[in-house]
């Protein structure tokens, strides 16, 4: 059975008016998430400002893993559903994106999410033993293929190769390509169904649930899970008049989630929601006058 179907939350990490994490309000938000309705989570990913976290044993990051993993853990013991985790595994040293993919494991999280290594802009072979070593850790790993960040994008021969390696889970597909992503189903899904193939762009959920992709790994979710979920859903169902019906009530606010970038955008529609999310931390600086504009006028078009 695929576990990785549906809408997966890549969770913000709210901070106090200081710079300093808001744990209280994380744990509020990862509630606010269980109950929408979302599939799963994915905390510590770039959505999460991790590059900013502090990584020492007992710091930010150790932190929020252990609220995440006891709001997940309490939850299923509550409902009797399954939320899998997939944490936040990478870096552009293999070296320390295969230690990421070890404490994922050690610390009970289902999946880890991996991105291609970014500035070194590595060579396709490159790529693949990148992700072979990550893939000898014995988690399920999510492949993150986004070359807006990383400067590199996996070719679909690429993938195809990573894919046939041990426990290689699915792909996080944010190239913005939807005829790669189409590749991809025919090339791999096509062949191995439970190989997941999830969008990295909420505006591009429903043609690839159209085209038979398996859901998103969602910011807008962070918003509205359950609409979110609902759209997914109505996707996965082959219910198509309904998950059009949904994406065009969220689409400006796809657009609006990253209109003066990731997290800054989500973060300031969450704040002006009321919901826990806070500064950012530099680089990152707060969006512009003209970008609150828009994502206000999003929301409201949008009835969030």
Not at 6 to 14: D, K, S, V, Y
Not at 48 to 56: Q, V
Not at 211 to 225: E, T, Y
Not at 262 to 288: C, F, W
Request: glycine share 10%.
């Amino acid at each position: 059975m695929n576990r990785l179907r549906g809408t997966f939350t890549a969770l913000i990490t709210p901070m106090n008016s200081d710079g300093s994490v808001d744990f209280d309000g994380f744990r509020q938000n990862v509630k606010f998430q269980l109950e929408g309705g979302v599939t799963g989570l994915v905390p510590l990913g770039t959505t999460a400002e991790t590059p900013t976290l502090d990584e020492k044993p007992g710091s930010e990051e150790d932190t929020l893993i252990e609220i995440l993993m006891e709001e997940v853990k309490a939850f299923r013991e509550s409902t009797g559903k399954d939320v899998p985790v997939i944490l936040g595994a990478s870096s552009n040293n293999t070296r320390d994106a295969v230690a990421y993919t070890e404490r994922a494991k050690r610390v009970g999280a289902d999946y880890a999410l991996v991105v291609t290594p970014y500035y070194n802009k590595p060579s396709k072979e490159g790529i693949f033993r990148h992700f072979e070593a990550v893939s000898k850790v014995g988690i399920p790993i999510v492949v993150y293929n986004i070359k807006g960040r990383t400067g590199v994008n996996i070719p679909t021969d690429v993938l195809v190769r990573i894919a046939q390696l041990p426990n290689i889970a699915g792909v996080k597909e944010a190239s913005g390509d939807i005829n790669q992503m189409m590749e991809v189903i025919a090339q791999i899904k096509n062949k191995k169904p439970d190989f997941a193939v999830l969008s990295g762009d909420d505006g591009l959920t429903l043609p690839l649930l159209a085209a038979g992709g398996d859901g998103v790994i969602s910011v807008v979710s962070n918003l509205c899970p359950g609409r979110v979920a609902a759209l997914v859903q109505a996707g996965l169902d082959g219910d198509f008049a309904k998950a059009r019906e949904l994406h065009y009530g969220l689409a400006p606010m796809f657009k609006a989630a990253f209109v003066d970038g990731n997290p800054t955008s989500i973060k300031y529609a969450m704040n002006y929601k009321g919901l826990p999310a806070g500064t950012v931390r530099l680089p990152l600086v707060e969006v512009t006058d003209s970008a609150k504009k828009t994502i206000e006028k999003a929301m409201d078009e949008c009835n969030i």
